[in-house]
């Protein structure tokens, strides 16, 4: 049965169950509703919710086991020697699902009957089949592929029919019993009210569970990667020249440096821009100016990063190629350490001006009435009173806008070039973490390697680092804030 | 003894569209403590922050009239805010030491207006500051210490330091004791009977009992007049105007 | 007490109208200060103009294209050699049964208007038509086998580079150096615009055609990637919505205030601030190794932003539900309402308009998020046209922010321009969602 299907059903049991809840409440009060313990549609609602939360529940879990089930068992099916030397296990299982994948597709479209699939042999011409149903097969099928895929789909006919049993059962289940409880006194309110919170709970939890799988997700494959690349040669590494064939060397200190450098370079930009134009905006400008200005200063924020990485690409990079580093003697790269540091640093503009903004703000009118009442000037009261006073909050800013620098992707992609160097010079092309974990990540690559595991490990770095900033920065605001409130 | 600080003329303010003070006249003499009382949005701390021109920070406020001290308008173009300021010294309702140490707190006025020429010319007004604010013998061994850190009578005491410290020639202060406890209240009120030997004190100030015991004169605000002006003792016993008589037998307030 | 006199003694007895030398540096200082912060104004509003001007320029042209009109026989004999009409026969013929059409239609115009050009041949000639032409021919015929038999006019897409030098990006020197035109292909251009059968207007196919290869970037459409991302945006909408209100509801209404609170609250200030890629190596791990859903596909996408805006949507619900007073909440509890009706009945309902608010510009967000979603294979070429959904939900697709990037890694300089117009559409979607957010904001703002 289709999941649409299922879908289907189950709700129009859930709705079912919510009108026959709510008759036969109302019918055992003798329909006067108000001898009932709650309003007739939290009766409806408890049937509803009884019927639909644990049938979807087992069907999210079963959707998510499944596979791996399926696999698992099939996997073992392969015999060694199907394995030739310049595959692996888990490719040979991708094509076993290809071909499945494929067989169903033959089905589906009336090619061949669903009996006569499983009875296929390899002789009987399954590329030409799958060629007349739209799916393309790279080579003629393995006598072990076949056989694992023909068991593939049957075991997975056979777990969609006991899921599609199971979840039906369960929600049919659930709507009896919650309907068999249905009496005139039975707090209907306080036990919806009670399925609502867990709701709720369930839904706040979500976001622990995120940061739960990006760990785990990355810790995973970064402990198989330090299993095959000594963990120190990642860290303390000076080269990266990841090589296919094997041998690569995949030291993390080139992209390290090249982050860094780019994020400084933004930061150098972002920082003064963004703190004196928070200062002007906050202390010099009018209300008219403020609202005029203000606004268009944080369009610089709401413009998608590939947006600032094209500009690199096409506008900034040519300039500064053109009128600084041929002139000067310094490289003919187009995108440089200079390139993305300024079109990052553009794009940290508004980031660094409106929480700047708003910590200024946070400082009280009764100090600057302090400091312009001893005869101090706006720019005196700002520099000796306001930014010290604001500082930690500033600070706080600083660390947040270095965070989203060194997690910066787009500008970096189109902007730094692909070239891991540790170098001084700005207008030399260089890569960065991000730029390493795209191009390890994209492309066709097995998933195996070292060269495509290090993207893990190179994602787990960043992601420490960065919570690291974060987790300081929002700190330091937080105490902050707590001080002028 | 006796000659005249400060001298307004037909004073005027407007807050936007609001008229916060129409036509005072008053002449505030110096080496007193003058206070200005009456009920809350009466115009008294308006026109006390007209005379160190506190008002020019509020974007929405204008000033009419002219406020003389020591006979030169104020309000004249060529007058710069800045030096005013630190001819007119200010403590406010809440204490507010900036968030740096006690000594910074105090030099702060010095350090800006270029006041010491070296280092031991510097901590020699730090100390006479604090301590004419009568805060010397406490602060003297933390002075490295954050003003924050101080009690509120503390605070204020330091903010009539940093306020002492430029060398004003008057002390306004808006009613610097509302927001402490009785015996603070007590201390910064026996201050400013001392200040009195060497500055022109203004006090805005929302209870009677304060006015009667630290000024000489007292001023009447009501709903942005000026009622009555004259030697505090007169005002409180024999009010000349219906309104003044009102408020200081409580029927107004 | 000899320092009651000092500040008399240390008093510089000076009026007020002369200005000190003092005051008069240091007002200097002061106008110096705050030029420093119209300078970072300045260049801050700069930097916008310039990068929109930019983004404007180049990108403005690709919404104009240019076409050459032809009078096409379409001989029976070759594109319905049955002759009955069949679809699944006329189906059978291929691009290469067309192209011949074109290039003698080509021919016998040229003919016509007399047009030769010395060193032209007519297979070169046949140049100055896109590569993609045929194709589109063979749609129309198709879509309509009525036109077998006859000869009809067509507008077929002239090559990028004839595009390219009525636009300005390409000229007589550079084609002279350019493998895909010459100059006497530009001559030809310019005798057929004369004729009136050439000219350049305006392009609907940019918007609702599919991406096409390398060598035909003037075919190149953002329908695809505008589809992909519209399901994206339907998948966030629908599970981020409910799923962020739930757990503001919860943190801000219900939770105890302890630890563990705490610890979500970090967490969910934290996850706004993690790199964008992470979220992609996250929907790579989970959603298409583990949990083996396709690659490409606008579910995994849609996933994979919907919890990138889960903390946007959650900030500005909580914001939204803090904002309302509590005299709400002990009034409806008041009259006897219960927590969960006091919230679900009165909060909610007043804190509808910053839930909204909020919600707009946590999609606008996701719209242009591009980094997460190269990790999770969208950066593929797609030709098809994703299925309607659900079922078009787990199909291939592209997204805008992802179709830009993968022109702008394409050899040939004219998807610069495509990618540039491609950008601006995706601008042209920001704009209308986050002024719907400041409309709504002005419209039902309360202040309490």
């Known amino acids: 049965m289709p999941l649409l299907w299922l879908f289907a059903i189950l709700l129009a049991l859930t709705l079912a169950g919510y009108g026959a809840g709510r008759r036969r409440a109302v019918a055992s009060a003798g329909g006067d509703i108000r001898r009932l313990h709650s309003r007739p549609i939290y009766y409806g609602l408890n049937v509803a919710l009884a019927a639909l939360v644990p049938a979807l529940l087992v069907l999210f879990v079963w959707l998510l086991i499944q596979p791996v089930v399926v696999e698992s068992r099939v996997s073992g099916l392969i015999p060694e020697i199907a394995i030739s030397d310049s595959t692996t296990r888990s490719l040979v299982m991708s094509d076993v699902r290809r071909l499945a994948d494929g067989l169903d597709a033959v089905v589906e479209q009336g090619e061949i009957g669903s009996d006569a699939v499983q009875g296929l042999q390899v002789g009987d011409e399954i590329r030409a089949l799958l060629g007349r149903a739209g799916v393309a097969l790279a080579s003629d099928v393995q006598p072990a592929v076949l056989a694992a895929a023909q068991r593939y789909r049957m075991i997975s006919a056979r777990g969609d029919l006991a899921r599609s049993i199971a979840v039906l059962l369960l929600a049919v289940a659930g709507l009896v019993f919650a309907l068999s409880r249905i009496s005139r006194d039975f707090r209907a309110r306080n036990r919806v009210e009670r399925a609502v919170l867990a709701l709720l709970i369930g839904a706040a939890s979500i976001a622990i569970l995120t940061t739960g799988g990006i760990v785990l997700s990355m810790l995973f494959e970064t402990v198989n990667f330090f299993g095959q690349y000594p963990a120190r040669d990642f860290f303390f590494g000076t080269t990266w020249s990841p090589n296919f064939r094997g041998n690569s060397q995949l030291g993390i200190l080139p992209l390290l440096w090249g982050t860094l450098y780019i994020s400084f370079i933004a930061l150098l930009l972002a920082v003064p821009v963004g703190l004196f134009s928070a200062i002007y905006l906050s202390e010099y400008a009018g209300p008219r100016v403020r609202t005029l200005i203000k606004p268009l200063i944080e369009v610089l924020a709401g413009i998608p990063t590939i947006v600032y990485g094209l500009f690199a690409l096409v506008t900034v990079g040519p300039l500064l190629r053109d009128y600084f580093a041929q002139p000067l003697g310094l490289g003919s790269s187009g995108s440089s350490v200079m390139t993305a540091g300024l079109v990052m640093g553009i794009m940290l503009i508004p980031f660094v001006s409106s929480l700047s903004d708003d910590v200024i703000n946070a400082v009280p009118q009764t100090m600057r009435d302090g400091s312009y009442a001893l005869g101090a000037t706006k720019s005196e009261t700002i520099q000796q009173v306001i930014v010290p006073a604001a500082l930690p909050g500033i600070v706080g800013a600083i660390l947040l806008a270095a965070s989203r620098a060194i997690g910066e992707t787009m500008i970096v992609v189109l902007g730094a070039g692909a070239a891991a160097k540790l170098d001084l010079n700005p207008f030399e092309a260089m890569t960065t973490i991000t730029v390493k974990i795209v191009s390890q990540l994209t492309g066709d690559t097995d998933f195996a390697s070292p060269e495509t595991m290090v993207a893990f490990a190179l994602g787990l770095t960043l992601f420490v680092i960065t919570l690291a900033l974060n987790v300081v920065a929002l700190i330091i605001v937080r105490k902050y804030r707590e001080q002028y409130e | ?253 | 007490m000899t320092d009651i006199a000092l500040g008399r003694a240390l008093r510089l007895k000076t009026s007020l109208l002369d200005q000190s030398s003092r005051t008069r540096k240091r007002n200097f200082a002061e106008k110096r200060f705050e030029l420093y912060g119209m300078a970072a104004v300045a260049f801050g509003l700069l930097a916008l103009v310039v990068l929109l001007t930019t983004i404007l320029g180049n990108g403005l042209s690709s919404f104009r294209q240019t076409f050459v009109t032809l009078q096409i026989e379409l001989p029976q004999a070759k594109l319905d050699k049955s002759g009955t009409g069949d679809l699944e026969a006329i189906k059978k013929v291929s691009t290469f049964g067309y192209a011949p059409l074109i290039d003698t239609a080509l021919e016998q115009t040229m003919a016509q208007l007399g047009i030769t050009i010395d060193g032209l041949s007519a297979k070169q000639a046949a140049g100055i038509i896109s590569k993609e032409a045929p194709a589109k021919l063979r749609d129309a015929v198709i879509a309509n086998p009525a036109l077998i038999g006859t000869v009809h006019e067509f507008r077929l897409l002239a090559n990028g580079r004839i595009d390219g030098y009525y636009k300005g990006a390409v000229t007589m020197v550079s084609a002279t150096r350019d493998a895909n035109v010459s100059p006497e292909l530009l001559i030809l251009a310019d005798a057929l615009k004369a004729a009136g059968l050439l000219a350049t207007s305006l392009n609907p196919g940019f918007i609702t055609d599919s991406d096409a290869s390398d060598q035909r970037p003037e075919a190149a459409g953002l329908g695809v990637a505008i589809l992909g991302s519209l399901y994206m945006m339907m998948i966030v909408l629908v599970l981020a919505l409910p799923i962020g209100v739930a757990a503001s509801i919860y943190l801000e209404e219900f939770a105890p205030k302890n630890r563990w609170t705490d610890v979500i609250e970090v967490n969910i200030s934290n996850l706004a601030a993690v790199p964008s890629i992470v979220f992609g190596i996250l929907g790579l791990a989970i959603f298409i190794n583990f949990a083996g859903l396709p690659q490409s596909a606008p579910i995994v996408g849609g996933l994979v932003l919907t919890l990138m805006t889960l903390p946007t949507i959650i900030i500005a619900t909580r914001a939204s539900l803090k904002s309302v007073p509590p005299s709400i909440r002990d009034a409806a509890l008041g009259v006897g309402a219960s927590k969960m009706q006091a919230v679900f009945h009165h909060v909610l309902p007043l804190a509808a308009p910053g839930i909204l608010t909020g919600t707009i510009i946590g999609l606008a967000q996701a719209l242009g998020e591009t980094a997460p979603l190269l990790l999770i294979g969208m950066v593929a070429f797609v030709k098809e046209f994703p299925g309607a959904p659900p079922e078009g939900f787990f199909d291939p697709a592209s997204a805008l922010p992802v179709q830009i990037f993968n022109w702008t890694q394409r050899a040939d300089p004219a998807f610069v321009e495509r990618a540039s117009g491609a950008i601006i559409v995706l601008l042209v979607f920001l704009i209308a969602m986050n002024t719907v957010a400041v409309l709504l904001r002005r419209r039902f703002e309360r202040r309490w």
């Open chain 2, 1 to 253: 003894m006796d000659e005249i600080k400060i001298s307004a003329q037909d004073v005027n303010v407007f807050y936007g569209e609001t008229h916060a003070l129409q036509d005072v006249n008053v002449k505030i003499r110096d080496n007193t403590v003058t206070a200005f009382i009456g009920p809350s949005g009466c115009g008294k701390s308006t026109f006390l922050r007209c005379i160190n021109r506190m008002n020019d920070t509020i974007e929405i406020c204008r000033v009419k009239g002219d406020i003389l001290i020591d006979a030169e308008d104020i309000y004249d173009r060529q007058v710069d805010p800045v030096q005013l300021r630190a001819k007119v010294g200010m403590v406010f309702q809440k204490p507010n030491p900036f968030p740096k140490s006690i000594y910074d707190n105090v030099a702060y006025g010095p350090r800006i207006h270029g006041l010491a020429r070296n280092k031991p010319e510097l901590d020699e007004i730090v100390e006479k500051s604090l301590r004419r604010a009568a805060l010397w013998d406490e602060a003297k061994d933390r002075l490295g210490q954050p003003g924050t850190g101080l009690s509120g009578g503390q605070q204020q005491r330091l903010c009539i330091a940093r306020a002492v410290a430029t060398a004003p020639e008057v002390l306004l202060m808006d009613e610097p004791c509302s927001a402490l406890d009785p015996i603070a209240t007590a201390q910064i009120e026996e201050l400013i009977d001392e200040l009195r030997q060497n500055y022109c004190v203004v006090i805005v100030t929302h209870s009677m009992q304060q006015a009667a015991r630290v000024s000489q004169h007292t001023a009447f605000f009501h709903l942005g007049h000026l009622v009555e002006y004259g030697e505090t003792g007169q005002i409180f016993t024999n009010p000349q105007d219906k309104r003044t008589e009102s408020y200081i037998t409580g029927r107004i307030g």
